[in-house]
Nanobody, 112 residues
Framework: VQLQASGGGLVQAGRSLRLACVAS????????GAWYRQAPGKQRELVAA???????VYVDSVRGRFTISRDNAKITMYLQMNSLKPEDTAVYYC???????WGHGTRVTVSS
């Protein structure tokens, strides 16, 4: 299954972006999904995940600002990012949990 991430861009602090991850099949139905990010010079880290049952999990630094969701067809996974901060600057990757499927990444840059 292939994943295609999109929605990144350059925004000012405090603004919002919505990332989308489109799968070539309904992989997010039987598998949960997750968004990771990698900032320059840092390791890739988990940002948010949604289980196959739909329960979301967030890293402390984004809880309350980011929302992970899936569409009903379980083909697209989203990451709504509000109140963005410069420290959210990174390349964001989507991943289908329990598989080797990763998106190529979409770059988010937040200016102060």
């Amino acid at each position: 299954v292939q994943l295609q991430a999109s929605g990144g861009g350059l925004v000012q602090a405090g603004r919002s972006l919505r990332l989308a991850c489109v799968a070539s099949g309904s992989i997010f139905s039987g598998n949960g999904g997750a968004w990771y990010r990698q900032a320059p010079g840092k390791q890739r880290e988990l940002v948010a995940a949604v289980t196959s049952g739909g329960s979301p999990v967030y890293v402390d630094s984004v809880r309350g600002r980011f929302t992970i969701s899936r569409d009903n067809a379980k083909i697209t996974m989203y990451l709504q990012m509000n109140s963005l901060k410069p420290e959210d600057t990174a390349v964001y990757y989507c991943h289908a949990l329990g598989t080797a499927s990763w998106g190529h990444g979409t770059r988010v840059t937040v200016s102060s």
